[in-house]
């Protein structure tokens, strides 16, 4: 248990950098910036057991910070395995994981919380989640 514990770890360590890196991939995408420049919002990004806090402020992410958190409020959240964000994340990903609302209806992730914000703005926030894409 222990060596499997070690490698869930390290998955949950590589998508956490990874998710930290949002703030350069949003900002090299003008377009995406562009389409969600009505949103600002925070929202968390829970990779096994390690909480993100991720602030977007007028389609741009301006921080992502690392948990554990007391009273920070969040809008909604997502919730997700290491290998499931890292199955999202592969370029061409398998069917079923290739999108926040397939994981979700497969029971992979799970999503939490006030869901306005999150359907409102549905496809920026898929855009915005799936970026370390690029990075693959």
Known sequence: MGAQA?????SAERVATLFARLPELIDANSDLVRRGRFLTTDFAIIVGTIPLLVRIEAGRVT???????????WTFSITAAPETW???FKRVPDPGTHDLMA?????LARIEGNLQPFMANLQVIKDIVTAPRALM
């Open 63 to 73: 921080s992502v910070a690392r948990g554990p958190f007391l009273l920070r409020p």
């Open 6 to 10: 070690a490698t869930l770890d390290a």
């Open 86 to 88: 890292l199955a999202l």
């Open 103 to 107: 994981l979700s209806k497969t029971g």
